[in-house]
């Protein structure tokens, strides 16, 4: 029995420090907030992009998507989509403001607390507006599409809210 104990235990231990010290690790606005369309990709297959077709990013076929326009202006869009982010779990706003124009967010995972970081530009585009979303894990090579799938879901929301 203390074969199972001892060694679930020393796991249990080992999660709750590396949650802890993920938690604690400090968070610089600076060195995440960056604008969408220029940013770098970050070297490992954990981050999505979304912009519209027109902007100037080189893109990467698996890792880039194109922004859907949406026919309402800048200012009604970014309140619509900060509302749908800010709405979403464990979400806070680390830099700038939708109502600027440039925000970046951040989730953190529910079991460890991973961040990822969600920053975002809205534009005037052609037929109505638009925008540029790039999110990124901090930690760790592979993200299992978390940002693709958490991209792709605040843009549906946002479009429903915007019906």
Same mark, same amino acid.
């Given at each position: 029995?203390? $074969?199972? !104990?001892?060694?679930?235990? %020393?796991? #249990? &231990?080992?999660?709750t420090?590396l949650?802890?010290?993920? =938690?604690?690790?400090?968070?610089e606005p600076?060195?995440?907030h960056?604008?969408p369309?220029?940013?770098?990709?970050?070297?490992?297959?954990?981050?999505?992009?979304?912009?519209p077709?027109?902007a100037?990013?080189?893109?990467?076929?698996?890792?880039d998507?194109?922004?859907p326009? $949406?026919? !309402?202006d800048?200012?009604? %869009?970014? #309140? &619509?989509?900060?509302?749908?982010?800010?709405g979403?779990? =464990?979400?806070e706003?680390?830099?700038g403001?939708?109502?600027?124009g440039?925000?970046?967010?951040?989730q953190?995972s529910?079991?460890?607390?991973f961040?990822d970081f969600?920053?975002?530009?809205?534009?005037?585009?052609?037929?109505?507006?638009?925008l540029?979303?790039?999110?990124?894990?901090q930690?760790?090579?592979?993200? %299992?599409n978390?940002?693709?799938?958490?991209?792709e879901?605040?843009?549906?929301?946002?479009?429903?809210?915007?019906?």
């Amino acid at each position: 029995m203390l $074969f199972v !104990v001892v060694p679930l235990a %020393l796991i #249990a &231990a080992i999660a709750t420090g590396l949650s802890i010290g993920v =938690r604690r690790a400090a968070v610089e606005p600076e060195v995440w907030h960056i604008d969408p369309t220029t940013a770098p990709p970050t070297g490992n297959p954990n981050w999505y992009r979304l912009t519209p077709d027109e902007a100037p990013s080189e893109r990467d076929g698996q890792r880039d998507g194109s922004a859907p326009v $949406f026919q !309402v202006d800048v200012a009604e %869009l970014a #309140a &619509a989509f900060d509302a749908v982010a800010t709405g979403d779990d =464990r979400v806070e706003v680390i830099a700038g403001s939708a109502t600027d124009g440039f925000v970046t967010y951040m989730q953190r995972s529910f079991f460890f607390g991973f961040p990822d970081f969600v920053s975002v530009t809205f534009v005037d585009v052609d037929g109505g507006s638009s925008l540029s979303i790039f999110s990124r894990a901090q930690f760790g090579k592979s993200d %299992l599409n978390v940002n693709q799938k958490r991209v792709e879901r605040w843009v549906a929301e946002t479009a429903q809210r915007l019906r």
